[in-house]
């Protein structure tokens, strides 16, 4: 609630849920006359303000595994970190992001599009470390109110290098992942994905998940979740 002035008025910094609401503003003039006015909106939270900036730079050793026989990990060697976002519209996010270090350097641009429509995030990358590589991924995600959908795609070349991910890794070379969820009433949900992947080194991989939950009071909540897993080897679980 908020005072107006006189006239033609904007309302800013509006606190609405993510995901696609019908937002209702209602104006009381001094005789308590009231006006409503309704509007369709789709609150994207990975959107900034334009102007506004969200930038991050980070210098240190990258911890590349937390294998059991090395209590405190293993890590490379020194790399730096640098990231930043800018908001240039009320529905375009703009963003790049850098690594570099001793042997590599990998880099590239992204953007967050949001509107009545859902989100959709996009970001390319290219490397280096001895040989070129390169990276992209896509996704778009749509919320409402009692349902939710979207769609994941990662695509990686089989030599793309970042500062946690070496040359000599093994890593995810293709990923399509489509998944939905509905509430069923206001304390039970359902969800279900489903997996594509291939990886350079140990081959293909389908999956199937499906979860729900159940809320059984303000604290307590129950989650079942069922997977079923088929690997290029035959192997199903």
């Known amino acids: 609630q908020t005072t107006l002035p006189t006239g033609p008025f904007e309302l800013h910094n509006l606190t609405i849920p993510s995901g696609a609401r019908t937002v209702e503003v209602v104006v009381t003039d001094a005789f308590g006359r009231e006006t409503r006015t309704s509007t369709a909106a789709y609150m994207v939270p990975a959107l900034l303000k334009p102007g506004v900036h969200d930038y991050s730079i980070t210098l240190g050793l990258p911890r590349l595994s937390t294998d059991p026989r090395h209590p405190w990990g293993q890590y490379g060697k020194p790399a730096f970190l640098g990231a930043d976002r800018y908001g240039l519209t009320d529905h375009l996010t703009l963003g790049g992001r850098i690594e570099v270090g001793p042997t590599f350097v990998s880099l590239g641009p992204g953007l967050t599009f949001g509107s009545t429509g859902g989100q959709f995030d996009l970001e390319t990358a290219l490397s280096w470390e001895g040989k070129p590589g390169g990276a992209v991924s896509a996704s778009y995600n749509y919320s409402a109110f009692r349902y939710s959908f979207g769609m994941l795609a990662r695509l990686m070349t089989p ?14 070379t293709v990923e399509i992942q489509p998944y939905a969820s509905y509430q069923l009433t206001p304390w039970w949900t359902v969800g279900l994905s489903a997996t ?9 991989m389908n999956a199937v998940h499906v979860g729900t939950g159940v809320a059984l009071t303000q604290n307590l909540g129950l989650l079942l979740d069922a997977d079923y897993v088929r690997r290029s080897t035959g192997q199903e679980t």
């Open 159 to 172: 030599r793309y290098v970042t500062a946690v991910q070496p040359a000599s890794m093994d890593r995810t």
């Open 196 to 204: 594509h992947s291939e990886t350079r080194d140990t081959g293909r």
